[in-house]
């Protein structure tokens, strides 16, 4: 598909070693400047006839999730206030944006009631998969009038990528931002057990679930309190594990057009979760997992609890700032491996696109400086793309992996999406929120014995095809 191809040539020039100036010392540099396409007439070249046109004195809400750290010993999310902001104060004093952090613990339910009471805020600063929905809902605006031409054309030959940060055929989210992801394994508990040659040893860094689960078991040890992965289930983000290895299994999510969830209709989907429910019973990950969340799940990986947790690039930053202020117990040896698969040498690959949305606003000045931010930040700005860990799969490549082997493995994985099958994340279909929450008391119902593996998937299947038909008359 052309985005895929768009994709692996960027990831195909980072391992060429064709970079973007990247340090901590360029967020006032030529590079974090707004672009012409977007650029008030201040910054798109006055004449000496004509004096430049002031910003307007307004006040910006920006909200965003805690993603990444910039600098060592920041906390997830802060450099969004003491590294991007101070930068677009320094080009436009007279826009004042205010940024607020939101947990991810009931993060939808937040957005979702602002948007209820027209109390939403200009700017959201999250991934499509949470954002689509609110797209669905009428609440985002369109961000075609921002993004270049030909970025725009490109975005619009790609089905993959429209269907990622678009609805109804509009762009309402930033497609300069890729990550991908996987699991993130602490390499230091298998060398302490003598299991090191259990970890994936192809060059992809593949496995079968049988070898996924013999890992596992090198680490676990009840008594000292240690497993080899934690499952959770206790909120809607525990969906994405169960789908990612699901789709490992062979199972295709959805139809091509959004009006069937497919994964009910495969035999392999049952296997998929009785194989969790196999890391359960036989005390492979940690206990209780329908009373866990991913919060859960990475505060275990980082006290040496767990070895492994769901990742994307981010998560070295984790580590590498984590072992330093102690928040981290050491030794942690990361490393980056696919999820398991029944497709031995291969792994159905989990690649996301879009990042950032505006909410609609009645004020048109409000929302076009709204526009303008999110472009700066996620486009225009180093910061971001460091913090972040993002590729842009429509410009040049990053430089942030240049020193750490493990990211230039995360680059040379995204290559693989022309030969391997790409998750479907289903964020373009209309309830996507509604399908989450009704995924995960299904899963805890599994886990605890309620149901079986069958019984789990007709129900998950039976209440997700309901959500879609609802929303489809």
């Excluded at 959201?124 to 970025?151: K, N, V, W």
């Excluded at 999510?253 to 994964?263: E, G, I, R």
């Amino acid at each position: 598909m052309k985005f895929r191809s768009l994709f692996v040539a960027a990831s195909v020039s980072l391992l060429m070693g064709s970079t973007i100036g990247c340090s901590t010392n360029e967020g006032s540099s030529a590079s974090t400047k707004p672009s012409a396409s977007v650029a008030p007439a201040a910054s798109t070249g006055a004449t000496a006839t004509t004096a430049p046109k002031e910003d307007p004195k307004i006040e910006l809400t920006v909200w965003a999730a805690p993603n990444g750290t910039y600098k060592p010993g920041q906390k997830a999310g802060d450099w969004f206030k003491e590294d991007l902001l101070p930068e677009w104060n320094k080009l436009h004093p007279n826009v004042k944006v205010n940024i607020e952090l939101i947990p991810f613990d009931g993060i939808n339910e937040k957005v979702t009631t602002a948007i209820a009471s027209k109390s939403a805020p200009n700017v959201f600063l999250d991934y499509p998969g949470r954002t689509l929905a609110y797209g669905q809902m009428g609440a985002l605006a369109s961000l075609e009038s921002i993004i270049p031409p030909t970025d725009l054309a490109q975005v619009k030959k790609s089905a993959d990528m429209m269907k990622m940060v678009s609805v109804g055929g509009t762009v309402v989210t930033l497609p300069y931002y890729s990550t991908q992801l996987g699991l993130i394994l602490n390499k230091s508990l298998w060398k302490e057990a003598g299991a090191e040659k259990l970890l994936p040893q192809d060059e992809f860094r593949t496995w079968t679930p049988d070898q996924f689960k013999a890992a596992l078991k090198a680490v676990a040890n009840k008594d000292k309190g240690v497993y080899g992965l934690t499952l959770f289930a206790l909120n809607e983000q525990g969906d994405q594990i169960y789908n990612n290895i699901i789709s490992g299994y062979g199972s295709k999510l959805f139809n091509a057009d959004y009006t069937k969830y497919t994964a009910g209709d495969s035999p392999e989907t049952e296997k998929a979760l009785a194989f969790f429910k196999s890391l359960v019973d036989e005390g492979l990950v940690t206990p209780h997992p329908e009373t866990l969340t991913s919060t859960n799940a990475l505060d275990y990986w980082k006290q040496r609890k767990n070895g492994m947790a769901v990742a994307s690039a981010v998560h070295s930053d984790i580590i590498k700032n984590g072992l330093k202020d102690g928040s981290v117990s050491g030794p942690n040896e990361y490393m980056y491996v696919n999820f398991p698969s029944t497709t031995t040498g291969q792994a159905a690959l989990k690649s996301e696109i879009g990042f950032g949305v505006v909410f609609k606003n009645t004020d048109a000045v409000k929302e076009e400086w709204a526009k303008k931010f999110l472009y700066w930040s996620v486009k225009d700005n180093v910061i971001f793309q460091t913090a972040m860990k993002s590729f842009d799969p429509l410009g040049k490549a990053p430089a942030w992996t240049e020193t750490d082997p493990e990211l230039q493995f995360l680059a040379k994985l995204s290559t693989k999406t022309k030969e391997w099958p790409v998750i479907d994340p289903g964020w373009g279909i209309k309830g996507y929120p509604e399908m989450r929450a009704a995924m995960f008391p299904e899963i805890q119902k599994l886990f605890i014995g309620m149901s079986t593996p069958k019984q789990t998937i007709d129900t998950i299947s039976q209440k997700f095809n309901a959500t879609i038909a609802k929303y489809n008359k």
